[in-house]
Each structure stands twice: as C-alpha cells, then as structure tokens.
C-alpha cells in the first residue's frame, strides 16, 4: 500500500520554495513508488502556472516513459477547475491533496467555487480518484489566514462586489 503522507510531506517541503503561495505537488508512480517529477507555484511568471501544472510539465518534458494509469499527484491543496482538467488530460488518474477550496476560502484565499470532484464528474469519459484531507492540518498551516480584500474598500470603507457578467458574443 502506497503511504501517502509520505509524499505529502515531500509536496508540503516543496511549498516552503513559495511560502506566499505554498501550492506544490509531487507526482508518483504507484506501482513503483519513484518520484517522477515535482513542481511549486511559479504564478510570478507564468499566471497559469500552478504548483500541479509545474509538475505535470516538468514530467512532460523529462523524455521518461510512464503509465499514466498508475500515476498519483499528491498537492498541498485541492487542484483548482484549470489544474484538474490539467489532470485529466495528463491521463493521471489519483489526486491526494492536503487542503480544500473550501477551506481555503475560509482562510481568505481566492478560490474559483468548483471542487476538482464537480470537474471529474462533469468529465464523464475520464477516470480520476480524489483522496483529500491527507495531512490535512498541516497543509491548513501553510495557507493561514489571508487578506484577499485589502485595497478593495470603497471610500466609505464598505466592501465592493466584484463580479464578472457574461456581455455576449462580439459584434462585427
């Protein structure tokens, strides 16, 4: 049996690279146990890279041959709707991760509202199982509490509603 805190820790020793954004993750191959590749947050230079996107490239561009059916990415936090399509798409079929969205809004993170478990099963044709919690405190540590809204106080010191709206499609 595969031991997950184990590589959870090594995915929470990845987040101190970024202590400002300590999204790091691991991916594993299951059978074996060998780290294949290993990625933090490197959203100052690249808004899309994530800590599992990172991963995910550094094993596409290592030139080894793996099976991704026996692929595990353990992260700090739960992959986010972009990385877990990311995921999906990388055939990787396990995601173990320390910390939720939710708690992480809770802590003041900014978070898009959908848990990676809505986007797999709105990804009918793909397989992917989720194991959360795992070392679930200490990854909460990592993220503590944020303050998302600093700066974004009207004048009078109420809090302003961002939001986006859908305007159609372009004209011509």
Same mark, same amino acid.
């Given at each position: ?22 999204f ?9 146990g ?28 290592s ?12 992260? /700090? ?7 877990? $399509? +990311? ?5 990787i079929?396990? %995601?173990?991760? &320390? ?48 303050? /998302? ?7 009078? $010191? +109420? ?7 859908? %305007?159609?499609? &372009?004209?011509?």
């Open positions: 049996m595969i031991d997950h805190e184990h590589y959870m820790r090594r995915a929470i020793e990845l987040a101190a690279k970024v202590p400002d954004l300590p790091a993750a691991v991916i594993v191959d299951s059978d074996s060998a780290i294949l590749a290993e990625g933090w947050n490197k959203t100052s230079i690249h808004p899309t890279w994530h800590g599992e996107i990172h991963a995910i490239n550094e094993l596409a561009s030139g080894s041959t793996f099976n991704s059916k026996v692929l595990a990415l353990y992260t /700090t936090a739960e992959p986010c709707p972009v990385c877990q $399509g +990311a995921i999906l798409w990388s055939g079929q396990s %995601v173990v991760y &320390g910390t939720s969205i939710r708690s992480l809004q809770r802590r003041g993170w900014r978070q898009i509202d959908i848990p990676a478990a809505e986007v797999i099963r709105r990804s009918p044709t793909w397989n992917c199982t989720l194991i959360g919690g795992v070392l679930g405190q200490e990854c909460d540590a990592l993220f503590g509490i944020r303050d /998302t809204h600093a700066g974004e106080e009207s004048n009078n $010191g +109420a809090r302003r509603e961002k939001r986006g709206k859908f %305007v159609g499609e &372009g004209r011509k």
